[in-house]
């Protein structure tokens, strides 16, 4: 199957660039980016947010708060 050039543009504008921390999008602390190349071309195809480690501790802050919560859930319902 090939992919036209504008079905690639339209499927990497859906691709989330930020951090997903506590249920929010956002940017790295810092506002550092890195890019993301295609294999095969060399093109940048994504700049995707960088992660610190003050990122990091955010997000293991966040999973610590609903881990008791989360342990309560069904398998099933989890994994859905």
């Known amino acids: 199957m090939t992919i036209t050039p ?6 990497l504008a859906k691709v ?16 550092g980016t890195f890019d993301v190349q295609d294999p095969a071309t060399g093109k940048v195809i994504a700049t ?5 480690s003050q990122d990091a501790l955010a997000a293991l802050d966040a999973a ?6 989360w342990a309560l ?4 319902q989890r994994a859905e």
């Open 6 to 11: 504008e079905r690639e543009a339209e499927l």
């Open 16 to 31: 989330p660039t930020g951090l997903l921390i506590d249920g929010v999008w956002r940017d790295a602390s810092d506002g």
């Open 48 to 52: 995707l947010a960088s992660a610190t």
């Open 64 to 69: 610590a708060g609903v881990q008791a919560e």
């Open 73 to 76: 859930t069904a398998p099933r």
